[in-house]
């Protein structure tokens, strides 16, 4: 082999290992976003119980950005006054985006809400928690399918 098929061959894996770490940093993204997202489910499936058991409504407040939180109740001062009793974007990198601001939440034994829905995104796309009329929770992706969910219709 000469120099120059040499310097063509290590151009070449340069350029494929460049292509693998992006596409595994997408994918690392990706993945952040949707475990987030499926917390953020469990915590309203868990609200959701409360209210179902206890019979009584339980509206959700929103404080969005980055390190945003979303709760029940009272609504805090911050993120960090409001306790354990709420969830928490705990990565930098994801952002609490959009919060539809009707009086979403959960109402008593019939296991029926106030549809709404909730925004999670960062550098690989954004995915939308829905909440129907009848307390039906899912997740859907709102650009382009993402890890396997189906985007929004």
Known sequence: ???????????????????????????????????????????????QTGANNYNRSALLWVMSGKGGCVGTGQRAADCKAAGSKVFTV????IELLDFSDNATGFYGLRNSAMPGHLTLKNAAGSLRIVLSARGRLRICSENQPLLGIASCQ
């Open 1 to 47: 082999m000469s120099l120059i098929e040499m310097m063509v061959v290590v151009v070449i894996v340069a350029m494929c290992a460049l292509w693998g770490m992006h596409s595994w940093r997408s994918y690392q993204q990706a993945l952040k976003l949707e475990q987030h997202a499926q917390r953020l489910r469990l915590y309203l499936y868990g609200v």
């Open 90 to 93: 705990d990565d930098p990198e």
